[in-house]
């Protein structure tokens, strides 16, 4: 392969390691520890999730794909709903059972080959899901960015929307490694400008008692679940977290494309689609039995790999271990809680509208044709349905929003004739 620095066995010398390294920690940093904050989780136990998880990624696939795991946005919606009603428990057995449907699958395509997996969800129900995922979560972003106690403030407003512009620039105009980091850019400007703002109009946007208060070394806040509370399943949360699983599949399967090219490799084949849906089931169950969010592979990690034509393993697994390491440093769990909420809201904007617009973009790339009844129907109900938040409640169990309008499309897709 020409231009390549590193191919993905090759081993860089110590100095290049670290540095290498730590541009994958910046690239997955700001998203990874965004999911946390929204759904109310300590975000250093993500950091922890997110190196266990790609370690784990690394040694089933037997260390032959450069991915990285970070927190997936896709489940955002559903871990909100189960903490406001079941709390913690619910949100780590959700994951675990995610994790399992990886499992399940994989086995499956093992024995059976991957050509059903097109056949359940094809992209006229994918797009639609991953719209839903983006939009469903727009009034909460919106509400982070304009309201103070409920009430709608302007200060809140001017902070969120340079952090979204901040976000915008860095994106549109960026170079290098800039351009594939401006989430985290993005947060860093508006927490500088929330400060600055703060001094001049007199107010504390941002409270930095916490982290004066935290010490240097402290232990992740875990949530292990036998630990934590007597077992008990939470059928709610496996109606609605398991349905997900089979989305972030997808963007997987995507990514794998992706690494093919660039390494000039058939990761598909070599270690095999089973070893690699494996690995991701086994990366999300540890972010369950840790009670963190769950994972997923992490399109800006394969950005930088675009960009710096590193593709060696052992750089990832470096930036897993500083993930790790870094995940036990209290003051950098302290700071990520003082991250004012119209930042949070800023950056929310520009992420969710991302997701909904690659759902848009999976629809034009497989030139889907919504002149066809069917396909035009079965979108419709899952955009209504999902955005709406549909649900179905039954006693002990529910299945809500994004979870309920997957079936819906799946179901759809199956017995809906196609008349055109």
């Known amino acids: ?36 904050i929204l759904v109310g989780i300590d975000p250093t136990v993500a950091l922890l999730s997110s190196g266990l998880g790609t370690l784990a990624h690394l040694s089933v696939t037997k260390f032959k794909i ?69 939009l469903s979560l727009a009034t909460t972003a919106v509400n982070d960015l304009m309201l103070k106690d409920g009430q709608y403030n ?54 930095l008692t916490e982290v004066a208060a935290a010490s240097w070394l402290s232990l992740p ?46 990761f598909f084949k070599d270690p095999g689609l089973d070893k690699t849906l494996t690995g991701d089931g086994l990366a999300q169950i540890i972010a369950g039995f840790i009670g963190a969010p769950p994972v997923t592979s992490y399109g800006e990690n394969i950005g930088v790999m675009a960009l710096n034509k590193v593709y060696s393993v052992s750089v990832i697994a470096g930036a897993a271990v500083l993930a790790i390491v870094l995940s036990f440093v209290g003051k950098v769990s302290a700071l990520i809680h003082s991250v004012p909420k119209p930042v949070i809201g800023g950056l929310s904007v520009a992420l969710f509208g991302v997701i909904a617009a690659s759902g848009l973009k999976i629809l034009i790339d497989s030139k889907v044709d919504l002149d066809n009844k069917k396909n035009l129907l079965i979108a419709s109900v899952i955009l209504v349905s999902g955005i709406g938040g549909l649900m179905l409640q039954i006693q002990g169990f529910q299945i809500t929003g994004v979870a309920f309008s997957t079936l819906l499309g799946v179901i759809l897709y199956q017995i809906l004739p196609d008349l055109d």
């Open 66 to 134: 450069p991915a990285y795991m970070g927190s997936s946005f896709a489940y955002i919606t559903a871990m909100q709903g189960l903490l406001k009603t079941d709390g913690m428990g619910a949100v780590a057995q959700g994951a675990i059972v995610g994790g399992l449907v990886y499992l399940l699958v994989a086995m499956i395509v093992r024995f059976a080959g991957n050509a059903w997996i097109d056949k359940i969800l094809p992209p006229i129900v994918v797009g639609p899901i991953v719209m839903v995922i983006g």
């Open 221 to 266: 806040k875990l949530y292990i679940p036998l630990m934590s509370e007597p077992f008990k399943i939470y059928p709610s949360a496996i109606l609605t977290m398991a349905p997900i699983a089979f989305v972030t599949m997808t963007e997987h399967f995507g990514h794998l494309v992706v690494l093919n090219s660039l390494t000039e490799r058939d």
């Open 154 to 207: 302007i200060h809140y407003v001017v902070i969120g929307l340079v952090t979204l512009m901040a976000v915008i620039f860095f994106n549109i105009y960026g170079r290098g490694l800039i351009a594939i980091i401006p989430i985290l850019l993005g947060l860093c400007t508006g927490y500088l400008f929330a400060l600055l703002y703060g001094l001049i109009l007199g107010q504390d946007f941002v409270n």
């Open 1 to 36: 392969m020409e231009n390549v620095k590193y191919d993905v066995h090759d081993v860089p010398r110590p100095g290049q390691l670290l540095g290498l390294s730590l541009q994958h920690l910046c690239a997955m940093f700001g998203a990874t520890v965004l999911v946390p």
